[in-house]
């Protein structure tokens, strides 16, 4: 069984990242005599899956093709007719899937209705790949939570900025441009307050293409400090922003933030911050499946001690700030012991640029 068509629809899946959420973003080929007949990838909510799109392509030369799709096909209405229905009534001869979907709606229920229909499906093609391609996907449906990536850069002697008057960026060119491809490929972004205030980030991105994904912004500030001037209140500004904030924050305040055109969510509090348990599970509810985590130092803190990170992306620029002065990658305070240690397993390291790139996935401590 050739396995180049399942990583061609495993890179059509990776270019409609961010854009398809709830829906997963599937890659679909059909393949007949060697050759591609027909491929595409999930189009927005309530448009065709990429099963559908590929079919739609290949038309006529469906009839007895196989077909190679990264998750398995769904066999249930929903905003549009079960894929494996289409599939069926093409003809597609052989069906070949990276992994199963777990939606309760589907898990093994596609699978089942294709080969009561007398096609012979293979699943498990590619499947490391497959998973990786639709981890936060698979993540969010097994929890309920969206899959947290935690970003962030820092020089080889660990701090994340520069003494003030220099350079406020750590990494090269290189670096930040795969940054707004992360951004493109997520459902959501999220810092703190800290971070607005000293930056006055737009979280927007910027990429030299025609087409780009804005993910949908958020700003954690408990007691509503986000300066009312802050670029990421601008009205001008593409995609959404949300302040989500408690209790604590003045009516008047959260009203100036409303006719500034931002959404506001009112929280419960956990020791005077933003219920972090309670923010994530909104989150998932609302179908964020993806959550890029961009916040510094107090931020990134609060997320690992609640063993709220997934994913880490840690980029190391070739430099020393040499300071004790300047931050850290980590700050605020955890509980101690062996017990509260974050272990990550390594995935890959790539040079972006002149920078370092570290890719890590939670995991158990050893000997836990």
Known sequence: MSTRFMTRALALAERAQ??????PAVGAVIARDGAVVGEGATQPPGQAHAEVVALTQAAAAAQGADLYVTLEPCAFQGRTPPCTDAIIAAGIRQVSIGVLDPHPQVNGKGVARLRDAGIR???????????RCHEAYLHSIETGL????LKMA???????????????YLTGDAARTNVHELRDRSDAIVVGVGTVSADDPLLTTRLPQPEVHHPRRFVLDSRGRTPL???ILGAELPGRTTIVTTEAATAARLQKYRERGATVWILPS???RV???HFLRRLGAEGVRSLLLEGGPTLAATFLNANSVQKLMLFIAPLLVGSDDAPALISGRGSAGRAAMRRFRFSSVQCVGADVLLTAYVGKAEGA
């Open 229 to 231: 001037g802050a670029r």
């Open 18 to 23: 961010g854009r398809t959420s709830p829906n």
């Open 121 to 131: 499906v293979s699943v498990g093609v590619e499947e490391a790949q497959a998973r």
């Open 270 to 272: 956990a020791s005077g």
């Open 275 to 277: 219920d972090l348990a």
């Open 154 to 168: 820092m020089s080889v002697d660990g701090k994340v900025a520069a003494l003030e008057g220099d350079s406020p």
């Open 146 to 149: 969206p899959f947290v990536t």
